[in-house]
């Protein structure tokens, strides 16, 4: 089987807030349809977000849990960290040592789904 294209689809109840969030942290631009958001990165599709009228946020880490979750590798955690909360992300779970050679934080979107920024 050949696969020609990869795309993570989020759930969201406001296409907008949720499309225009990724497009920002991601350096992209959308393209919005009724229903369906195409967030394009360098000309590329590379994530899309569908209307779920009726979408619930998971409680992450204790309660409804995570549908899916990105993981991002930035070379800045810093300024991902404050670029994230700029365009509307929530910081989830702090990582126990921002200096160390690796690790993680834990945010949300703007529709509740969690996401990653790691370094190292």
């Not at 920002?24 to 958001?37: F, I, P, Y």
């Not at 995570?66 to 300024?79: C, F, G, K, N, P």
């Not at 992300?89 to 509740?112: C, I, M, N, S, T």
Request: proline share 6%; with cysteine.
């Amino acid at each position: 089987m050949k696969i020609n294209r990869q795309i993570v689809v989020f759930d969201a109840a406001d296409l907008s807030a949720e499309s225009s969030f990724w497009a920002a942290l991601l350096g992209g631009t959308v393209q919005a349809d009724e229903d369906w958001h195409t967030v394009y990165v360098e000309g590329e599709p590379r994530l899309a977000v569908q209307l779920a009228p009726n979408h619930v946020a998971p409680e992450w880490p204790h309660g409804t849990p995570q549908q899916i979750h990105l993981d991002l590798y930035v070379d800045d955690i810093d300024a991902a960290h404050g670029e994230a909360l700029t365009h509307g992300a929530k910081l989830l779970q702090e990582a126990d040592d921002l200096r160390a050679a690796e690790g993680f934080q834990v945010y949300a979107d703007p529709a509740g789904h969690p996401f990653c920024l790691c370094w190292g």
